[in-house]
């Protein structure tokens, strides 16, 4: 099994810019992809925001974000980091990274392991 475990969220103007992190622990060794997805409140479905490929660092960005957020990967340290710039409202929600060891995916159903989250609130 792989833990996964979020840090670095906040409260930020609209415009800001936030880093989240997410430590991996555990069988990383298996580890394929990563990626980030977000929750907003109320709302029973988890989107998709960015994936990366472990071994070769290659990125899937959702449409919303492209341009905006920077997701990246540090292997030596089992982390994934996900740079969010020109934060808008509608970023507001709960971020959640994940793992998945067969491919780089977009669908939640894909991703094994989650992490609880960490809260993103962006106000105008």
């Known amino acids: 099994q792989v833990q996964v475990a979020e840090s670095g969220g906040g409260l930020v103007q609209a415009g800001g810019s936030l880093r989240l992190s997410c430590a991996a622990s555990?069988?990383?060794?298996?580890?394929?992809?990563m990626a980030w997805f977000r929750q907003v409140p109320g709302r029973n479905l988890r989107d998709f925001v960015a994936?990366?490929?472990?071994?070769?660092?290659?990125?899937v960005y959702a449409n919303s974000v492209k341009g905006r957020f920077t997701i990246s990967r540090d292997p030596a340290k089992n982390m994934l980091y996900l740079q969010m710039d020109a934060l808008k409202p509608e970023d507001t929600a709960v971020y959640h990274c994940?793992?998945?060891?067969?491919?780089?995916?977009?669908?939640?159903?894909?991703?094994?392991?989650w992490g609880q989250g960490t809260q993103v609130t962006v106000y105008p």
């Open positions: 994940a793992e998945d060891s067969v491919s780089v995916r977009t669908s939640v159903a894909a991703y094994d392991y």
């Open positions: 555990g069988r990383t060794a298996n580890m394929y992809a």
């Open positions: 994936a990366i490929k472990w071994g070769t660092g290659n990125i």
